[in-house]
């Protein structure tokens, strides 16, 4: 089954921008050591194949000359079993060519090995209008998309965001010990330390569920601070023991008024069954999303397989404890 993947899209990201950042190893690692690995540039002669690929990358990208501006203006990731793609637009001036601006585009194919995204074919172009390369203007296909926008309207929003899901462990047992009194009551404190700590963080508490919550963030860095902070809070509270355990994914969401829907809310739910008590996980595309300079150690790197969701999966521990 094809569907939207914020993770590959994530990893798409991060070996675009290693680009301008000049970070050679981020570019050849992204790239598959195989020998069908294909790269095709904007050059008329640019269509190379092999391990010499991945060995060049990093040069052929670096006599670029240095960006004055480098802005993504579109992007979108899918994948099917062990296979996905990515398509981005940027909009890009060079320092030796400050009154130009070019569009380039780039198509990225990625194949899974040992569970993590690979680009096994890449092809970048710079656009050329149809007039000038046929000497018409080819109108069809942007005719019935537009045709197609025409009175389509609904009231939700898309959007990038990093998605946490809290569960405590053994609730039905600490319900059943606590009565149901004290529990609600507990839950009650509970709750609003949550909320708390979210909003304290710049995120949004979406709902509680049961014993567990979700609640969203327009950062990774912003998720992780708060998961850090809900346990540490927890680790020295009084009253009754509650321990829990956290997930977070991250990506483009569909968000409505007062709900969160995607498979980044799927992922993320998927990944926080996979923790223990007292434990924080997160995806791989919530770790590559993170701003360069951020300080948080990660561990344990595991290649799972999520109920509902194709493939493998790589997730991380996030250590809290100071």
């Not at 290693?18 to 570019?27: D, S, T």
């Not at 294909?38 to 990358?57: K, M, N, P, Q």
């Not at 708060?226 to 991250?250: E, K, M």
């Not at 007292?278 to 590559?288: F, L």
């Amino acid at each position: 089954m094809t569907r939207p993947s914020p993770e590959l899209l994530a990893v798409a990201r991060r070996w675009i921008e290693a680009i301008p950042g000049r970070r050679e190893n981020e570019l050849r690692n992204l790239m598959t050591e195989q020998a069908h690995l294909l790269f095709i540039g904007t050059g008329e002669d640019e269509l190379w194949t092999g391990s010499a690929v991945r060995e060049g990358v990093a040069e052929f990208f670096g006599v670029i000359p240095p960006f004055l501006r480098h802005q993504e203006t579109f992007a979108e990731a899918f994948e099917n079993g062990d296979t996905g793609w990515a398509c981005m637009t940027h909009e890009v001036i060079l320092a030796d060519q400050p009154d130009r601006l070019f569009k380039p585009r780039t198509t990225l194919i990625f194949a899974l090995e040992d569970g993590a995204w690979k680009i096994v074919h890449r092809h970048g172009s710079v656009p050329l209008p149809n007039r000038d390369f046929t000497g018409t203007e080819q109108t069809a296909i942007a005719d019935l998309v537009a045709a197609a926008k025409q009175g389509f309207a609904l009231d939700q929003r898309d959007g990038f965001a990093s998605v946490m899901f809290t569960d405590i462990v053994n609730s039905s047992r600490l319900a059943s010990v606590m009565g149901d009194r004290l529990w609600s009551s507990e839950m009650a404190k509970h709750f609003a330390a949550l909320r708390r700590i979210i909003e304290n963080a710049g995120g949004q508490f979406v709902k509680s569920m049961g014993d567990g919550t979700m609640s969203s963030f327009p950062s990774p860095e912003q998720s992780l601070r708060a998961a850090q902070a809900i346990l540490r809070d927890g680790d020295g509270a009084d009253g009754p023991a509650i321990s829990l355990r956290i997930g977070i994914h991250t990506g483009d969401v569909v968000q409505t008024d007062e709900d969160f829907f995607g498979s980044v809310v799927n992922k993320a739910a998927r990944i926080t069954t996979l923790a223990d008590r007292g434990e924080i996980r997160v995806s791989d595309a919530t770790r590559a999303a993170l701003a360069p300079g951020e300080d948080f150690t990660f561990a344990d790197r595991t290649v799972v397989p999520l109920k509902g969701l194709d493939g493998d999966h790589v997730i991380f521990r996030l250590e809290w404890r100071e």
